[in-house]
Protein backbone atom coordinates (compact mmCIF):
# COMPACT_ATOMS: atom_id res chain seq x y z
CA UNK A 1 0.00 0.00 0.00
CA UNK A 2 0.94 3.39 -0.40
CA UNK A 3 3.25 4.85 2.38
CA UNK A 4 5.47 7.81 3.03
CA UNK A 5 7.06 8.76 5.89
CA UNK A 6 9.29 12.01 6.92
CA UNK A 7 12.80 11.27 8.71
CA UNK A 8 15.09 13.96 10.05
CA UNK A 9 17.42 15.68 12.94
CA UNK A 10 14.13 17.07 15.24
CA UNK A 11 16.50 19.97 16.48
CA UNK A 12 18.21 22.41 14.52
CA UNK A 13 19.89 25.40 15.38
CA UNK A 14 19.37 29.07 14.47
CA UNK A 15 21.15 29.42 11.21
CA UNK A 16 21.74 26.09 10.36
CA UNK A 17 20.74 23.88 7.71
CA UNK A 18 17.87 21.50 7.69
CA UNK A 19 18.04 18.19 6.27
CA UNK A 20 14.38 16.23 5.30
CA UNK A 21 14.09 12.59 3.66
CA UNK A 22 10.91 11.51 2.46
CA UNK A 23 10.99 7.70 1.81
CA UNK A 24 7.95 6.66 -0.30
CA UNK A 25 6.66 3.29 -1.00
CA UNK A 26 3.46 1.58 -3.13
CA UNK A 27 4.36 3.89 -5.65
CA UNK A 28 7.10 5.32 -8.13
CA UNK A 29 8.43 8.75 -7.69
CA UNK A 30 8.14 8.91 -11.75
CA UNK A 31 4.29 7.92 -11.74
CA UNK A 32 3.32 10.69 -8.82
CA UNK A 33 4.35 13.95 -7.33
CA UNK A 34 5.68 14.77 -4.02
CA UNK A 35 5.01 17.40 -1.88
CA UNK A 36 6.20 19.14 1.21
CA UNK A 37 3.39 21.19 3.94
CA UNK A 38 4.30 22.69 6.84
CA UNK A 39 2.32 23.42 10.15
CA UNK A 40 3.65 25.39 12.74
CA UNK A 41 2.73 24.65 16.00
CA UNK A 42 -0.88 25.71 16.40
CA UNK A 43 -1.41 26.74 13.22
CA UNK A 44 -2.49 26.06 9.75
CA UNK A 45 -0.59 23.67 6.91
CA UNK A 46 1.69 25.31 4.48
CA UNK A 47 2.91 24.38 1.31
CA UNK A 48 6.25 24.99 0.65
CA UNK A 49 7.29 23.04 -2.21
CA UNK A 50 6.78 19.83 -4.90
CA UNK A 51 8.68 17.18 -6.71
CA UNK A 52 7.41 16.87 -10.07
CA UNK A 53 7.30 13.22 -12.07
CA UNK A 54 9.39 14.81 -14.72
CA UNK A 55 11.74 15.68 -11.56
CA UNK A 56 11.33 19.09 -11.79
CA UNK A 57 10.58 21.17 -8.73
CA UNK A 58 8.31 24.22 -7.50
CA UNK A 59 8.48 26.30 -4.13
CA UNK A 60 7.00 29.28 -2.60
CA UNK A 61 8.42 32.63 -3.63
CA UNK A 62 9.48 33.38 0.31
CA UNK A 63 11.66 29.92 0.70
CA UNK A 64 12.82 29.90 -2.96
CA UNK A 65 16.31 31.08 -2.19
CA UNK A 66 16.56 28.92 0.95
CA UNK A 67 14.95 25.70 -0.12
CA UNK A 68 16.21 23.17 -2.36
CA UNK A 69 14.00 19.41 -2.90
CA UNK A 70 15.60 16.83 -4.77
CA UNK A 71 15.09 13.16 -5.22
CA UNK A 72 16.64 10.06 -5.39
CA UNK A 73 14.40 7.51 -7.13
CA UNK A 74 16.50 4.23 -6.52
CA UNK A 75 15.67 5.01 -3.48
CA UNK A 76 12.49 5.86 -3.46
CA UNK A 77 13.08 9.20 -1.60
CA UNK A 78 12.57 12.57 -1.80
CA UNK A 79 15.01 15.39 0.03
CA UNK A 80 14.35 19.03 1.59
CA UNK A 81 16.94 20.71 2.19
CA UNK A 82 16.68 24.44 4.05
CA UNK A 83 19.28 26.94 4.92
CA UNK A 84 19.59 29.29 7.49
CA UNK A 85 16.79 28.94 9.86
CA UNK A 86 15.02 30.62 12.16
CA UNK A 87 12.58 30.14 15.04
CA UNK A 88 9.72 30.61 12.26
CA UNK A 89 10.66 27.64 10.50
CA UNK A 90 9.74 25.49 13.89
CA UNK A 91 7.08 23.11 12.37
CA UNK A 92 5.79 19.88 12.13
CA UNK A 93 7.00 18.81 8.69
CA UNK A 94 4.57 16.57 6.08
CA UNK A 95 5.58 14.78 2.39
CA UNK A 96 2.44 13.99 0.98
CA UNK A 97 1.95 12.13 -2.31
CA UNK A 98 -0.36 14.55 -5.72
CA UNK A 99 -1.21 14.50 -8.82
CA UNK A 100 -0.93 17.11 -11.42
CA UNK A 101 -3.19 20.48 -9.94
CA UNK A 102 -4.85 17.84 -7.72
CA UNK A 103 -5.17 17.32 -3.98
CA UNK A 104 -2.75 15.32 -1.41
CA UNK A 105 -4.71 12.00 -1.78
CA UNK A 106 -1.86 10.18 1.08
CA UNK A 107 0.39 11.76 3.60
CA UNK A 108 3.47 11.18 6.11
CA UNK A 109 3.03 11.40 9.63
CA UNK A 110 5.28 14.39 9.61
CA UNK A 111 8.76 15.06 11.40
CA UNK A 112 8.72 17.60 14.59
CA UNK A 113 11.93 20.32 13.07
CA UNK A 114 12.15 22.54 16.21
CA UNK A 115 14.56 25.83 15.50
CA UNK A 116 16.37 26.63 18.54
CA UNK A 117 20.38 27.03 20.33
CA UNK B 1 -1.60 33.68 -5.06
CA UNK B 2 -4.64 32.19 -4.39
CA UNK B 3 -5.92 33.08 -1.02
CA UNK B 4 -8.75 31.06 0.16
CA UNK B 5 -10.76 32.54 3.54
CA UNK B 6 -12.93 29.72 5.24
CA UNK B 7 -15.50 30.60 7.94
CA UNK B 8 -16.46 30.36 10.39
CA UNK B 9 -12.89 30.02 12.21
CA UNK B 10 -15.02 28.02 14.89
CA UNK B 11 -18.30 26.41 15.32
CA UNK B 12 -19.49 24.62 18.09
CA UNK B 13 -22.37 21.55 16.88
CA UNK B 14 -24.47 19.53 19.02
CA UNK B 15 -25.03 15.85 17.89
CA UNK B 16 -27.54 15.53 15.08
CA UNK B 17 -26.95 19.20 13.83
CA UNK B 18 -26.35 20.21 10.33
CA UNK B 19 -23.12 22.07 9.95
CA UNK B 20 -22.12 24.11 7.31
CA UNK B 21 -18.80 25.39 6.34
CA UNK B 22 -17.43 27.57 3.84
CA UNK B 23 -14.44 28.15 1.97
CA UNK B 24 -14.12 31.59 -0.48
CA UNK B 25 -10.91 32.08 -2.95
CA UNK B 26 -9.66 35.24 -4.21
CA UNK B 27 -9.92 34.22 -7.96
CA UNK B 28 -11.83 31.45 -9.68
CA UNK B 29 -10.72 28.02 -8.85
CA UNK B 30 -11.58 24.74 -10.93
CA UNK B 31 -12.13 22.61 -8.85
CA UNK B 32 -11.44 22.15 -4.24
CA UNK B 33 -10.10 19.50 -1.91
CA UNK B 34 -10.91 19.47 1.72
CA UNK B 35 -8.93 17.88 4.92
CA UNK B 36 -10.09 16.71 8.27
CA UNK B 37 -7.16 17.02 10.57
CA UNK B 38 -7.56 15.71 13.83
CA UNK B 39 -4.99 16.47 16.94
CA UNK B 40 -1.65 15.46 16.32
CA UNK B 41 -2.71 13.19 13.61
CA UNK B 42 -1.92 13.96 9.48
CA UNK B 43 -4.47 15.44 7.61
CA UNK B 44 -6.80 13.55 5.65
CA UNK B 45 -8.27 13.65 2.23
CA UNK B 46 -11.30 14.19 3.02
CA UNK B 47 -13.32 15.83 -0.35
CA UNK B 48 -11.91 15.59 -3.36
CA UNK B 49 -13.06 17.23 -7.09
CA UNK B 50 -15.21 19.36 -5.29
CA UNK B 51 -18.08 17.03 -4.20
CA UNK B 52 -16.40 13.41 -4.43
CA UNK B 53 -15.88 11.74 -0.72
CA UNK B 54 -12.69 9.82 -0.27
CA UNK B 55 -12.87 6.02 0.36
CA UNK B 56 -14.06 6.09 3.74
CA UNK B 57 -15.91 9.31 4.67
CA UNK B 58 -19.64 8.78 5.70
CA UNK B 59 -22.19 10.08 3.30
CA UNK B 60 -23.76 12.77 6.13
CA UNK B 61 -20.63 14.83 4.07
CA UNK B 62 -21.13 16.56 1.20
CA UNK B 63 -19.07 19.27 -0.96
CA UNK B 64 -20.42 21.55 -3.34
CA UNK B 65 -19.48 24.82 -5.09
CA UNK B 66 -17.68 26.83 -7.82
CA UNK B 67 -15.98 29.33 -9.01
CA UNK B 68 -15.04 31.13 -5.91
CA UNK B 69 -17.47 30.19 -3.21
CA UNK B 70 -17.41 26.42 -1.64
CA UNK B 71 -18.78 24.86 1.32
CA UNK B 72 -18.78 21.51 3.49
CA UNK B 73 -21.59 20.47 4.63
CA UNK B 74 -22.30 17.80 7.49
CA UNK B 75 -26.16 16.33 7.41
CA UNK B 76 -26.23 15.20 11.15
CA UNK B 77 -23.00 15.86 13.17
CA UNK B 78 -21.50 13.02 15.08
CA UNK B 79 -19.08 12.88 17.68
CA UNK B 80 -16.27 11.57 15.48
CA UNK B 81 -16.21 14.64 13.36
CA UNK B 82 -15.18 16.67 15.89
CA UNK B 83 -12.08 18.14 13.90
CA UNK B 84 -10.21 21.00 12.35
CA UNK B 85 -11.33 21.16 8.22
CA UNK B 86 -8.97 22.99 5.28
CA UNK B 87 -10.17 23.93 2.03
CA UNK B 88 -7.41 23.76 -0.70
CA UNK B 89 -6.69 24.86 -4.24
CA UNK B 90 -4.49 23.79 -6.58
CA UNK B 91 -5.59 25.85 -9.59
CA UNK B 92 -2.61 27.81 -9.64
CA UNK B 93 0.55 27.21 -8.02
CA UNK B 94 1.02 27.44 -5.40
CA UNK B 95 -1.45 25.24 -4.22
CA UNK B 96 -3.07 27.39 -0.99
CA UNK B 97 -4.56 26.20 2.67
CA UNK B 98 -7.77 28.42 4.27
CA UNK B 99 -6.47 28.72 7.56
CA UNK B 100 -9.05 26.00 8.89
CA UNK B 101 -12.32 25.54 10.57
CA UNK B 102 -12.28 23.54 13.76
CA UNK B 103 -15.69 21.74 14.02
CA UNK B 104 -16.25 21.50 18.20
CA UNK B 105 -19.06 19.24 19.56
Known amino acids: QVQLKESGPGLVQPSQTLSLTCTVS????????VSWVRQPPGKGLEWIGA???????DSISALKSRLTISRDTSKSQVLLRMNSLQAEDTAMYFC???????????WGQGTLVTVSS | EIVLTQSPTTIAASPGEKVTITCRASSSVSYMYWYQQKSGASPKLWIY???KLAPGVPNRFSGSGSGTSYSLTVTTMETEDAATYYCQQWSSTPPTFGAGTELEL
Open chain 1, 51 to 57: MWISGDT
Open chain 2, 49 to 51: DTS
Open chain 1, 26 to 33: GFSLTTYG
Open chain 1, 96 to 106: ARHGRGSGFAY
